[in-house]
């Protein structure tokens, strides 16, 4: 079981930057890929990259176009997205979300766990 709770969220301009947290809980968070998804209103939820449990190898979406990075403190619990060039496009719940095994899913339905996400809202 692990529980899963973001931070970081906020508004911020086009072009600025933003660093979410999601700190985890348990102590086999070293077992989990931990990965982060976006939902704008009206939309579904969609995926925006994950990592890998140990390897810290990373997979994204394509829109990330090499402005998002994601990494991961084992040793503190933690999972982050640092996040540039934002633009209005990017504006959604984000989500962090745990599961077993390979890092390439982007179902939300083949995560295991989520936590309750923050808002970013980027303004033009």
């Known amino acids: 079981q692990v529980q899963l709770v973001e931070s970081g969220g906020g508004l911020v301009q086009a072009g600025g930057s933003l660093r979410l947290s999601c700190a985890a809980s348990?102590?086999?968070?070293?077992?989990?890929?931990m990965g982060w998804f976006r939902q704008a209103p009206g939309k579904e939820r969609e995926f925006v990259g994950a990592?890998?449990?140990?390897?810290?190898?990373?997979y994204y979406a394509d829109f990330v176009k090499d402005r998002f990075t994601i990494s991961r403190d084992n040793a503190r619990n933690m999972v982050y997205v640092q996040m540039n060039s934002l633009e209005p496009e990017d504006t959604g719940v984000y989500y962090c979300?745990?599961?077993?095994?390979?890092?390439?899913?982007?179902?939300?339905?083949?995560?295991?766990?989520w936590g309750q996400g923050t808002q970013v809202t980027v303004s033009s």
């Open positions: 979300a745990a599961r077993g095994g390979a890092i390439e899913v982007v179902t939300p339905r083949e995560w295991d766990y």
């Open positions: 348990g102590r086999t968070f070293i077992r989990y890929a």
């Open positions: 990592i890998h449990s140990r390897s810290g190898r990373t």
